[in-house]
């Protein structure tokens, strides 16, 4: 299958930084046509997900990826990281950080990330800060992570108080999703990460969502050709979103639909494995247009149409999958507060008036979400 490239720029970037994305299967283990250019002879630090550890035996994706960069440079040194948001903390970065260090980085060296979306966020966090900023590769190998966390710079990790609060915005120079790598992936991520594609639907075309609605048996059964497809499109959802806002002082927010309630939902379970990044914003997105129903912007076969699909596809879509998480409308206020997108006191959520069109709503009255939250809950 010939991959497919998609081109990452930003019009306001003062780097004048832009990138490609590769999406296709069979990259990996040719990869030295794609990234030579970048690796020849430099110093190679392999942040990669435990699941791929060669101590393990090994995944053939990866040990032909690793055999493909050593092509380019034998300087390689692997670092391992456990997936999950439980490592996406403070103690992991600086492991990683004293650890690269340690290999007597320069500023030339460069930082691959291969794994999900959390190793992703560290690693680029990480490359973000060592020698003050050195350049990253992001290979994805989970379907939320080829969709969403690779693509647009934002890295970091999680504080006690809250998801992603803190970070930086770090783009990577090239991103390699090979679908062949998601063999191994459980149902449940890849579940998880079609959230995030179905959102780029809703909050931005229409046609897409209906795409989603009408193929969804054989994107369950891993067809190839529709996985490339709706990678594809929804990568070239988020970086035409991006390409004017890259630090999010505006329209990039709408890519949070679902989130203020996701993150909040998912710092519940402490990030234990209860609930996952995508399900907590399947429930999310679902509490999102039932409150735009509720404030009159969107209308209820809406809605509705949208519960349905995500029920469809046995994703969590209310308060009720998380009953034992002993949720409050007040817990979850406070939880509110620490939101990214927040201005002056102000709470800003992401509604929608129809599917399709997402939109800013800043200035949130309290009152209405509180009394939304006590029914819901
Ligand atoms: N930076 C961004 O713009 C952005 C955007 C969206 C989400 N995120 C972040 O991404 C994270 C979620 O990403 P994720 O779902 O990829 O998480 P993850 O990296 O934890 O991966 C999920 C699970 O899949 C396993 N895994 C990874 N690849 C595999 C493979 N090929 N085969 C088998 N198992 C595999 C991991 O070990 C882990 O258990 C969250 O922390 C979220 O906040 C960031
Ligand atoms: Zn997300």
């Keep these: 299958m010939k991959s497919k490239i998609i081109n990452v720029s930003f019009n306001n970037n003062f780097e004048n930084s832009s990138y490609q994305i590769f999406i296709g299967t069979g990259i990996l283990s040719n990869c030295d046509k794609i990234l030579g250019k970048f690796l020849k002879n430099k110093k190679v630090i392999l942040i990669h997900d435990t699941f791929f550890s060669l101590e393990k035996g090994g995944n053939k994706n990866f040990i032909n990826f690793v055999e493909a960069i050593k092509k380019s440079t034998m300087n390689v040194k692997l670092i391992s990281i456990s997936g999950g948001d439980k490592t996406k903390n403070i103690f992991e970065l600086n492991r ?22 959390v190793i992703g966020d560290i690693a680029g966090f990480a490359s973000s800060v060592l020698l003050r900023g050195i350049n990253y590769i992001q290979i994805p190998t989970t379907l939320l992570s080829q969709v969403d966390s690779s693509v647009g710079g934002k890295t970091g990790i999680n504080s006690r108080k809250g998801k992603n609060l803190i970070g930086s915005f770090h783009q990577p120079i090239a991103v390699i999703a090979d679908i062949d790598i998601m063999d191994s992936l459980p149902k449940r991520e890849f579940l998880a990460g079609l959230v995030e594609v179905i959102k780029y639907g809703l909050i931005k075309d229409k046609s897409f969502f209906d795409y989603l609605e009408e193929n969804y048996k054989e994107i369950l059964n891993y067809n190839q050709l529709k996985l490339k497809k709706i990678i594809s499109k929804s990568c070239e959802i988020k970086s035409e979103i991006i390409k004017n806002d890259e630090k999010e002082n505006g329209q990039r927010a709408i890519l949070n639909l679902g989130h203020t309630f996701g993150h909040a939902i998912e710092s519940f379970g402490k990030y234990d494995g209860t609930i996952i990044h995508g399900e907590a914003v399947s429930i999310g997105i679902c509490l999102a247009f039932k409150l735009s129903l509720k404030m009159g912007f969107c209308d209820q ?52 008036k129809k599917i399709g069109e997402s939109f800013i709503k800043n200035d949130m009255d309290i009152d209405i979400l509180t009394k939304f939250l006590n029914e819901e809950i």
Excluded: C, M, W
């Excluded at 690269?100 to 460069?110: G, K, V």
């Excluded at 046995?314 to 949720?327: A, C, D, G, Q, V």
């Excluded at 206020?333 to 992401?350: G, V």
């Design 96 to 117: 990683v950080l004293e650890k690269s260090l340690s290999y007597e980085i320069d500023r030339d060296s460069l930082i691959i990330a291969f794994g999900g979306g």
């Design 301 to 352: 076969s809406e809605t509705e149409r949208v519960i349905n699909f995500f029920e469809k596809l046995k994703l969590p879509t209310s308060f009720k999958h998380i009953k034992n998480f002993s949720i409050t409308a007040s817990k979850i206020l406070e939880k509110f507060k620490y939101d990214k997108k927040n201005r002056n006191n102000q709470l800003t959520f992401i509604l929608n």
